[in-house]
């Protein structure tokens, strides 16, 4: 049978990056893990949902919050981890405020299955381009009805460090009806006031506000290491 090439619907694998942007994710996976180090952090695997007309669907971003050398007493409730990045991810997937945990890792079993938006952005470390979620946003999903399926894969590993993340149940997928198709194609969220935007500053959020994670100061123990903090 006659055919032409036609790349249009061919999604992004391999060596590509997934493009800069905005994307609506779901949390699959949210635990603590233990650097080949010795360091801790929380790592958070987001799924680029595949219910929606967006690109690199069913990709995985990866989100780590590390343990703080000196933690705040606010750090000192969730194990000494960043408590503003952590209440960050909570609020861009909308948990309400005022829910109390009795541990880090409840809040963490919460998280897993929640939605959010993520702004992916590039830059370089080593002399090569790597993807890193600069910022979560405080905006509303614009799909808040989730069907993403999630697909079977082998156990995710983030090259940053060693041992993969367990799977988890994926009991908040819904697969999508019959005839089901999205209608409207992901559209940029609006500003907001505190949203991150690294091109054009705004006035300081109340804290916490959106969560940028490309400041490499943060990581300058881990950077010594050898280790990739994203």
């Not at 409840?106 to 993520?118: C, E, K, M």
């Not at 600069?134 to 940053?160: G, Y």
Request: with cysteine; proline share 10%.
């Amino acid at each position: 049978m006659a055919f032409g090439t036609n790349y249009e619907n061919i999604p992004q694998g391999g060596g590509e990056l997934v493009p800069e942007g905005f994307y609506e994710c779901i949390i699959t996976n949210a635990e603590i893990r233990k650097t080949q180090n010795g360091k801790y952090k929380v790592g958070f695997m987001l799924t680029i949902r595949n219910d929606i007309q967006q690109p690199c669907a069913n990709r995985v971003l990866f989100l780590d919050i590390w343990r703080k050398r000196e933690p705040t007493p606010a750090d000192e409730q969730v194990d000494g981890f960043n408590f503003a990045q952590l209440m960050a991810v909570s609020r861009a997937a909308k948990i309400p405020s005022g829910q109390n945990f009795e541990s880090l890792e409840q809040f963490l079993q919460a998280l897993t299955g929640r939605l959010l938006i993520a702004e992916v952005r590039h830059e370089e470390y080593n002399g090569k381009p790597q993807v890193r979620v600069d910022s979560l946003s405080t905006a509303p999903a614009q799909f808040p009805e989730c069907r993403h399926v999630q697909k079977q894969r082998p156990q995710a590993q983030n090259p940053a460090y060693g041992s993969p993340a367990p799977r988890q149940q994926q009991g908040y997928a819904q697969r999508p009806q019959q005839g089901y198709a999205p209608q409207q194609q992901y559209q940029q969220p609006p500003m907001q006031q505190g949203y991150a935007q690294p091109q054009r500053p705004q006035a300081a959020p109340p804290a916490p506000g959106p969560m940028n994670v490309g400041n490499l100061d943060e990581f300058e123990e881990i950077l010594s290491s050898g280790e990739v903090p994203f």
